[in-house]
């Protein structure tokens, strides 16, 4: 038997997997726990409470929604609610008012065309598109004052063009509210709303301009690809037309002036369908005289319509407008023109609009995500990720530069990706594990990095949706299938990566954003979280606190939140009687200036009396499924590993605490051929329990009663004590072996 004191200074690596709990030898082993529910592991090495959240109001009608973020400046962040039908504003935790009632705004989604949505922003704008309807473009004009509309696309995208030279188009004149004549039965119902670009193939009645040769007014030459008509003179003079615009003297001597008409191309919105070869439209650019002359097989018809449907994956990359993933065309992304968020008509030139079709060989998997990052624009499909970029040193992409490279195989989630450190991480098709795709210099190209790995298992209800906060942790929260959370702490430059789970007293979350504070320094996770408050079904939006164990130690010990929808009282005047109507009927605990209480039940009307008096006072839920447990203890032995020996743990185990009020830990144990484990019972972390008066959090090495019996696996588990901080830092557990 030899007795010894195996110290684990980090727990960074957070929960990991069953299947690697007898896996000593694995990089993260040290730094690991067996379960992370309700703590957050720090990349200093310690692990700390879970930040509870604060109750802010229940959603428009108390119904399921989304929260999407609105970041303008540092001191200009917003959280948009969104529900079927509505809009709301909130800023810093109040909604935006209008009058005496919250500001609303209709909007045309449903509550699963939400889920779906796609969002970027552009200074003031929010470009939304759900993949069923047109991209809508949210306008904010002040707090109280916001539209939302279709985005009015009169330039394209545009289809590939008619090659079928027995379906043509004539227009009857060259602008205004037109008709369109057609050969081949064209037309039907569908095509209203529809985008057409028309180009001539006859150029009989249009000549090429010349120099110095006779004309009479309302002649139309055709110049450097544009159509001038003669405004004034009898003689072309010896310099062509080359503007853009209205009608200018190019040769004085000859007194010809030129009026431009346009380019080749026109561009017409169907408004209505008399038969399958007539149609009415009004016109957008102005029709080229040759399609008026004669009639042309070379059109092609608006990418994104009804017919067609619309784009389902938004992105803004390099100072253009990327959509992709419609009904018709799923392996399409287009490109606005260089910065014009709206004008996608096609180009060759070097900032232009351009489409681009990604082979995916026998599959057509459709585009479901686009995400902009350090090395370029990465394509998220059910079969594979893609990454976009110029192919031209120096050079922005544009028709003749964009490529894309094959990253991965994995295929992609639903979830919109974060790129914390300029490099995607995303969910994989199966929605169970989470990827970083970083670019290797060695293969010039995407590398998967499963970051998952270590804590798989947290992937089994899958992974539905990201947000990163970066300030003041860097921490990815992951909303999973059952309605928790699992946040992910990674510093690839520290090597660190760790997982918890983070469930949030038995509400259910729909929907997570992050967004910056009134002071621009720390970010907020808010949610919408589904609760059973006082026999009813409650859609609560909730802002997480801040994370007390990992703060620099300027707040008190009274201001900690670990409690759930909870309110926050910050009084001049000391009183017993706290209104939380929110929690009428529910059993809550306090943490308070006093101590802690709990727990109480709220009474009718909501207002809770606590035994003492307190100015500072924060009354929620407690989730009493938290709980830290550290992975198999590991005995040194005389004579090779203690693996298949019986262990047990004496009192006297050295726990290191920081900024702790309050706790407990007990030893457990794990026999073989037993599904149950033993339980030594709790035994309080500090030596006096907190109680009225509470002034202090206790920083240092503390002794732990907690012991167990000879077992073949033992270890340590913590609890918290109602709202009271609490931060482990090490520990040194007195371990003895029963030797072979």
Same mark, same amino acid.
């Given at each position: 038997?030899?007795?010894? /004191? ?58 399921? =929604? ?11 962040? %917003? ?186 191309? =026109? ?14 439209? /009004? ?116 028709? /003749? ?136 079904? /409650? ?80 009354? =929620? %839920? ?63 972390? %500090? ?54």
């Amino acid at each position: 038997m030899m007795r010894t /004191t195996p110290s684990q200074a980090s727990f960074s690596s957070g929960e990991l997997d069953p299947l690697l709990h007898e896996r000593p030898d694995y990089q993260r082993f040290q730094s690991g726990l067996a379960v992370c529910r309700g703590f957050v592991p720090l990349r200093q090495g310690a692990f700390t409470r879970s930040a509870g959240t604060i109750f802010r109001a229940v959603t428009r009608g108390n119904v399921p =929604g989304r929260v999407i973020r609105f970041e303008f400046a540092k001191n200009d962040a %917003l959280r948009l609610e969104f529900t079927a039908g509505w809009m709301r504003v909130w800023r810093y935790g109040a909604l935006v008012m209008d009058g005496g009632s919250p500001y609303e705004l209709a909007i045309p989604y449903t509550l699963e065309q939400i889920r779906k949505l796609r969002v970027v922003q552009s200074k003031d704008v929010i470009y939304l598109a759900d993949g069923e309807q047109p991209v809508q473009k949210l306008s904010r004009f002040a707090l109280d004052n916001w539209t939302i509309a279709p985005v009015d696309y009169t330039s394209g995208p545009f289809r590939v063009q008619n090659l079928d030279e027995a379906q043509t188009m004539q227009f009857s004149a060259a602008s205004g509210s037109v008709t369109i004549t057609g050969t081949g039965d064209i037309f039907d119902a569908t095509w209203i709303g529809s985008l057409i670009q028309i180009k001539p193939t006859d150029f009989s009645n249009v000549a090429q301009w010349t120099g110095n040769t006779a004309t009479s007014v309302n002649t139309q030459f055709l110049s450097d690809g544009n159509i001038y008509r003669v405004a004034a003179g009898t003689n072309t003079g010896v310099t062509r037309p080359t503007h853009t615009e209205g009608t200018r003297l190019t040769d004085a001597s000859q007194g010809v002036k030129y009026e431009y008409l346009g380019d080749t191309t =026109g561009i017409a919105r169907i408004t209505a369908v008399a038969n399958s070869n007539s149609a009415s439209a /009004t016109v957008i650019k102005a029709i080229p005289q040759p399609c008026i002359d004669d009639p042309s097989y070379r059109w092609a018809e608006g990418a994104w319509s009804d017919r067609h449907g619309y784009p389902a994956a938004i992105e803004l990359f390099d100072q253009s407008f990327a959509a992709a993933g419609t009904t018709e065309e799923p392996r399409t992304i287009w490109f606005s023109t260089l910065g014009l968020l709206e004008d996608f008509e096609p180009s060759v030139e070097a900032d232009g609009s351009f489409a681009y079709a990604i082979d995916g060989g026998e599959t057509q998997n459709k585009i479901g995500w686009l995400k902009k990052s350090s090395r370029g624009i990465y394509i998220g499909a059910l079969g594979d990720i893609y990454r976009g970029y110029s192919n031209a040193s120096g050079q922005r992409i544009g028709p /003749t530069t964009f490529d894309t490279d094959l990253e991965a195989t994995d295929g992609a989630g639903a979830a919109q990706p974060i790129v914390p450190y300029g490099y995607p991480i995303l969910t994989t098709k199966d929605e169970g594990r989470v990827l970083e795709i970083r670019y290797s210099f060695e293969q010039d190209g995407g590398v998967p990095l499963e970051l998952s790995l270590p804590a798989q298992h947290l992937g089994d209800q899958g992974f539905k949706e990201m947000a990163w906060q970066s300030a003041p942790l860097r921490i990815a929260n992951m909303r999973r299938g059952n309605g928790d959370l699992a946040v992910m702490i990674y510093d690839p430059n520290e090597d660190v990566l760790g997982w918890a789970q983070y469930p949030v007293a038995g509400g259910f979350v729909h929907s997570i954003a992050v967004a910056p504070d009134a002071t621009g320094t720390r970010d907020v996770l808010t949610m919408i979280v589904e609760r059973q408050l006082n026999g009813v079904t /409650t859609y609560c939006v909730e802002d997480q606190a801040q994370l007390f164990g990992a703060l620099p130690g300027i707040a008190a010990i009274e201001d900690a939140n670990h409690l759930f929808c909870a309110s926050v009282f910050d009084l001049g005047v000391a009183t017993d009687t706290f209104a939380v109507p929110h929690l009428e009927g529910e059993d809550v605990y306090a943490w308070t200036d006093q101590g802690r209480y709990g727990p109480l039940t709220v009474p009718a009307g909501g207002d809770l009396i606590l035994p003492a008096e307190c100015r500072k006072a924060v009354i =929620g %839920l407690l989730d009493e499924t938290h709980f830290v447990e550290t992975l198999d203890i590991q005995a040194a032995t005389e004579n090779g590993s203690s693996k298949g020996r019986k262990r047990r743990l004496h009192t006297g185990s050295g726990i290191g605490i920081h900024r702790t009020a309050a706790g407990e830990v007990e030893g457990v144990e794990y026999h073989s051929g037993r599904d149950a484990l033993l339980e030594s019972g709790y035994v309080s972390l %500090l030596p006096q329990s907190v109680a009225a008066d509470l002034t202090t959090a206790y920083t240092g090495m503390v002794k732990s009663e907690a012991a167990t019996g000879y077992a073949d696996r033992i270890g340590l588990r913590f609890r918290p004590i109602g709202g009271a901080p609490m931060t482990i830092t090490s520990i040194t557990p007195n371990v003895e072996e029963s030797g072979p």
